[in-house]
């Protein structure tokens, strides 16, 4: 009886061990095939694989929202420099700064709806894609955030003024089909020493500020903000999971590819519009040269009206500060005396001054880009930085300024 209960259990144990036959045939087929699977999709060209990547809605969003979960990635560049993309991705690079050529980046395209294997030029589809597509014909939307919103509006207004197209301020399908994009939205800019160099605290005093020996940026993010037109909130969301303090050179950032091209033709007139906050070159035959919008003075007393004209132009200026024209200062009333503010982008009248006729009254940049189209100053007319530069470019000593209301 035991024989026969080990012979039944070596039995069954053999019977288990046995392969169908001709079962290691196919399994060494099935081997066979996924290595060469493998092989032929790691050979397979990179940008080829996202031209999969799918598409987005044609009505652009009411306001600029990225996808929950995505992060950029950083890519392995030496300082400085990145790999060369695809021909037909590349995109030139900002004015500005030290960017890089613009490269394939799954991640960064879903912010504003696939960009790898576009051809351009094409339509602008969101509202990001908007502003960005604006700025490049030097219609500026302000601070770039991919939120709708009056600048914004403004600026569409703008661009249909100039194109000879119904002025509904929205982003209809005539506007988005004529409002063309030449390269991808997005870049990647790569973070070197110059980035970091001379960042610095601003005093919250004006007698510390006029002790300073620049007013520089404080932040690598504020400066990159400023570098690509962009509000740092925008950085921070196409970015997401980079730690903003701990920086370094070498680092990647996908930033907005805005840059104005050279001015198209000489500017002959400005106009500013006080109830719409904005300024604007015209050129000899009234069309419009640039669009910039701009805060205006938050009491009417000191809003001026008709004719002026351009007196003076400074870049990089430095700065008075008269405690008589601020007399909500209590610092200035203590301190009885004006002081020399040094230059820098966050000089009370940041990096370009334009002098007017009227004393005291200019059109000037601002240390506060992302509050522009606001009634808050003292009187001047306001700009970001960059369209206060670009400005200066256009305009001449006794050129015609009109301010409406």
């Known amino acids: 009886m035991t024989r026969t209960v080990r012979r039944r259990r070596s039995g069954v144990s053999k019977s288990r061990r046995r392969w ?5 045939r196919w399994l060494l087929l099935v081997l066979t095939v996924g290595i060469a699977g493998a092989v032929w999709w790691d050979r397979l060209p990179r940008a080829g694989r996202l031209l999969r990547t799918p598409g987005v809605a044609e009505e652009p969003p009411a306001a600029f929202e990225p996808p929950s979960g995505t992060r950029p990635s950083p890519g392995e560049p030496a300082p400085g420099l990145l790999s060369p993309p695809p021909s037909d991705l590349a995109a030139p690079v900002l004015e500005v700064g030290k960017p890089a050529q613009a490269r394939a980046n799954p991640a ?6 696939p960009e790898n294997g576009e051809t351009y030029p094409r339509p602008a589809r969101t509202v990001l894609e908007a502003q960005v597509a604006l700025a490049r014909q ?15 509006r403004r ?9 000879g197209l119904p002025l509904s301020g929205e982003l209809d399908a005539r506007t988005r089909n004529r409002l063309l994009l030449d390269a991808p939205v997005l870049t990647t800019w790569v973070l070197t020493a110059d980035d970091f160099a001379g960042l610095q605290p601003l005093s919250p005093t004006w007698l510390g500020k006029s002790q300073q020996l620049a007013l520089e940026h404080e932040t690598v993010l504020e400066r990159l903000a400023e570098r690509s037109q962009a509000s740092p909130t925008l950085l921070r969301r196409l970015n997401p999971g ?36 904005w300024v604007r070159a015209y050129d000899a035959e009234g069309r419009v040269l640039a669009h ?34 601020f007399p909500e200062s209590e610092e200035g009333r203590v301190l009885g005396r004006k002081l020399i503010l040094p230059p820098g982008p966050n000089n009370p009248v940041g990096l370009a001054w334009i002098g007017l006729s009227l004393p005291g009254y200019g059109i000037h940049g601002t240390p506060h ?18 369209d206060a530069l670009y400005l200066l470019r256009l305009v001449h000593i006794g050129m015609p300024v009109e301010v409406e209301p």
């Open 292 to 325: 910039f919008p701009c805060s205006i003075a938050a009491r009417v007393e000191k809003r001026p009206l008709g004719r002026l004209e351009v007196v003076a132009v400074a870049e990089n200026p430095n700065y008075t500060f008269d405690p008589e024209l």
């Open 138 to 152: 030097v219609i500026s939307s302000g601070s770039i955030d991919g939120v709708w919103g009056e600048t914004t």
């Open 108 to 113: 960064a395209s879903q912010l504003v709806g």
């Open 369 to 386: 880009p992302e509050r522009i189209g606001r009634t808050e100053s003292h009187g001047c007319f306001r700009l970001t930085n960059w």
């Open 242 to 277: 980079l730690d903003w303090e701990r920086l370094s050179p070498g680092l990647t950032v996908q930033v907005p590819l805005a840059r104005y091209p050279p001015p198209r033709a000489p500017a002959v007139r400005l106009v500013i519009r006080l109830s719409e906050k």
């Open 20 to 24: 169908p036959r001709g079962a290691g």
């Open 155 to 163: 600026a569409v207004l703008a661009f249909q003024e100039r194109e």
